[in-house]
């Protein structure tokens, strides 16, 4: 890690005072802006190991195997009740989509920063452009730029983010909406198989998970980490667990996406054949904590950017996230109250910065009546 911290550079803001996160500007700069540093204890560097998080075989849900899918199941379970990660392969994404999303990627980022900062996301919504978060936050701001836009799993148009990105962008980003509306539905068929195994590893109906989601509405997001030259000083993603249930994860061949356990950071491998799945707070509430929300974070490269997928798979907004009465024992308390993600969503985004104790801060706020002052 470098010891001395180079002189601070000053760049431009908006009318309302926030950060303007220039990307060309950034990656070129030999000098890192003073609401880019983290502290020392979020910098600790990586263990030089990897997660020995396990490659799950989704294939063997429809194999009819009983046995290969009660091992498959296993697998699961021993990774989330440890640590809440693991990969899955054979999983029905064809790869030229996966191509696609990321050169869309390109598209979005590679837009003149007038026309990002035009999309902007509004206050205390999801969908839309953020540079740095700097709308949100004006310190330990993350070194990336994202994209999110929402997914409702029951509107079976198939043109919802085809509609989204017309009404943000005009016809220009047709071919971007049509790629990720693409990509969206795959995403939720694919976190419906994810779930059917959630549940056979929780000892549930194999439908119960996929059923309580299936009304939801997710999230999507696209990310990039352009390259900085003080990496070691800043870091693309913080360190947090999601507030989310279930994210799934493309990351490309860069690297960055790291996992604390045990004290030290684990790295977590790119395959390109393979999908990262990690369990988030809200999933964590439903199996009762059974299920672990992992603390996570990604880093940023010194010479080249680093892209990422993200799908944050959500229940209802007003759906109570309870978990089921074959989770709660007689012997055994429940962990959470009950609670709605629209609850939980709102504590994030205007209360309560996300990081792995978000879940602790969130009940004593929920339990007083969700006040405006927290």
């Known amino acids: 890690m470098e010891s001395a911290v180079p002189t601070l550079v000053h760049t431009p803001k908006d009318q309302n005072g926030a950060l303007i996160f220039d990307s060309n500007m950034m990656r070129k700069a030999s000098e890192i802006p003073k609401e880019f540093l983290w502290p020392s204890d979020d910098l600790i560097t990586t263990a030089e190991e990897e997660l020995k998080e396990p490659l799950v075989d989704l294939a063997v ?32 994404v064809d790869q030229e989509l996966i191509d696609a999303a990321y050169q869309e990627v390109d598209t979005i980022f590679g837009l003149p920063i007038e026309r990002k900062l035009a999309a902007r996301r509004k206050p205390g919504s999801i969908s839309g452009y953020s540079g740095a ?18 997914y409702s ?25 049509s790629v990720y509306q693409k990509y969206c539905d795959s995403m939720k068929e694919l976190s419906f ?15 119960y998970i996929k059923t309580f989601f299936e009304d939801g509405k997710s999230i999507m997001r696209c990310n990039s980490y352009p390259p900085c030259n003080n990496s070691s000083l800043t870091l693309g993603t913080g360190p947090h667990s999601d507030p989310t249930s279930l994210t799934i994860l493309h990351q490309d061949q860069v690297g960055g996406l790291e996992v604390y356990l045990d004290n030290k950071w684990f790295a977590v491998r790119p395959r390109p054949d393979a999908f990262v799945i990690n369990i988030g707070d809200t999933f964590m509430a439903l199996s009762n904590g059974k299920y672990k929300s992992c603390l996570h974070r990604a880093l940023v490269n010194r010479e080249v950017e680093r892209k990422s997928l993200v799908y944050f798979v959500n229940p209802k907004e007003d759906k109570t996230v309870k978990p089921p009465e074959k989770l709660c024992s007689s012997q055994e308390e429940r962990k959470y109250p009950d609670f709605t993600w629209s609850d939980l969503y709102q504590f994030t985004q205007n209360h309560y910065r996300a990081d792995v104790s ?9 339990i007083a009546g969700k006040p405006s002052k927290y």
């Open 61 to 92: 849900l429809k194999s009819g195997n009983h046995e290969a899918i009660a091992s498959a199941a296993q697998l699961v379970r021993e990774a989330c009740v440890k640590h809440g990660f693991f990969q899955v392969t054979n999983h029905c």
């Open 153 to 177: 799993h029951t509107d079976h148009t198939h043109s919802q983010i085809i509609h989204y990105f017309s009404s943000l962008f005009g016809q220009d980003l047709h071919r971007t909406g």
């Open 193 to 207: 198989a994810i779930m059917e195994l959630l549940a056979i590893s929780l000892g549930l109906d194999r439908m």
């Open 133 to 150: 978060h700097s709308d949100r936050y004006s310190s330990k701001l993350p070194w990336k730029e994202c994209f999110s836009f929402k």
């Open 358 to 366: 978000t879940l602790h801060g969130f009940i004593p706020w929920f």
